[in-house]
């Protein structure tokens, strides 16, 4: 019995071993190369950033933001062509799925925050978020503090699900906590009036909100609750495929690029109803281009 005990640890410690150091040989661009593929993390409701148009087909800011890198990385190594293959990533499973090396770029509505940095590396920003409570317009709540003893509803594995609660332990009152699986059933907790809230990234309600049947019907309340950096989510630990995404990330920021791909997704009509989110880049988002970095939440908050 001793000796089978040992043989049992003595094999788990050798697949921990193994995995370990495959981590620790992560090289991204190798893969790529030899396979001449690469797969693309995606959302299917994340607001303008990521969403899906039908079956296998997704686009977005941050689709589009990671095709141009894509190119970059295409052109870097020297291939003719890559093929780009889509995995729908959910906010529960995102980070598992960069870290074992099934998802290579995460594009969708990621924020890069300390806790998550110990698992995966991220890109420099391009797009600062703040998350926000969505209303009804009737409802007469004019700020947070007015949704105590109310429920809210947040997306589970999102970090709206620990600001919500951070905002009960700071005086809001008792806000009775409801999780949604993703944002669209988040939204349909609110439509429904099974909440009188949804707290999650200020595009995404926005967008849920112009895409919905009587926009007129909700608010966003004015309190911005965490600024948050969203970027691309990458494997941890491997330096040059970071180096070639953060300087094509970095050239579409300074040449103006990453500005022309916002207004085309925020502040012009976008597919598949040509309904406007209607969202100037704000001062935040605008600073991110001028001075990109993949500094993580916490420093944001610092300012």
């Given at each position: 019995m001793k000796t089978h005990l040992l043989l049992a640890g003595a094999t788990a410690a050798a697949l921990l071993l193994s995995a370990v150091n495959a981590s620790a040989q992560t090289d991204t661009l190798k893969k790529i190369k030899e396979s001449g593929a690469i797969t693309m993390g995606v959302r299917d409701a994340s607001g303008a950033m990521s969403f899906t148009l039908g079956p296998g087909s997704y686009t977005g800011f941050h689709v589009e933001v990671c095709e141009r890198v894509i190119a970059d990385i295409r052109k870097a190594l020297q291939l003719e062509k890559i093929n780009v293959k889509y995995q729908l990533v959910t906010p529960q499973n995102r980070i598992a799925l960069v870290q074992n090396g099934t998802v290579d770029i995460e594009c969708g509505t990621t924020t890069n925050n300390t806790a998550r940095q110990k698992d995966v590396a991220f890109a420099p920003t391009l797009y600062v978020e703040g998350v926000r409570i969505a209303v009804k317009a009737a409802s007469g709540i004019a700020s947070p503090a007015q949704l105590a003893g109310k429920a809210v509803a947040a997306t589970t594995g999102t970090t709206s699900v620990q600001i919500l609660r951070k905002l009960k332990r700071d005086g809001a009152g008792e806000i009775a906590e409801v999780l949604a699986k993703d944002n669209s059933e988040g939204f349909l907790l609110l439509e429904s009036g099974r909440v009188e809230g949804f707290a999650a990234d200020g595009q995404i309600l926005a967008t849920l909100i112009s895409k919905s049947r009587e926009p007129a019907q909700y608010k966003l309340l004015d309190q911005v609750l965490s600024v948050e950096p969203i970027?691309?989510?990458?494997?941890?630990?491997?330096?040059?495929?970071?180096?070639?995404?953060?300087?094509?990330?970095?050239?579409?920021?300074?040449?103006?690029?990453?500005?022309?791909?916002?207004?085309?997704?925020?502040?012009?009509?976008?597919?598949?109803?040509?309904?406007?989110?209607?969202?100037?880049?704000?001062?935040?988002?605008?600073?991110?281009?001028?001075?990109?970095?993949?500094?993580?939440?916490?420093?944001?908050?610092?300012?």
């Open positions: 970027a691309i989510m990458l494997p941890k630990g491997d330096a040059a495929f970071k180096k070639l995404v953060d300087q094509s990330v970095v050239s579409l920021a300074r040449s103006g690029e990453a500005a022309r791909i916002y207004d085309k997704w925020f502040v012009q009509p976008i597919p598949p109803h040509n309904s406007k989110v209607g969202l100037p880049a704000s001062a935040l988002t605008k600073a991110a281009w001028a001075n990109p970095t993949d500094k993580p939440m916490e420093e944001y908050e610092a300012r």
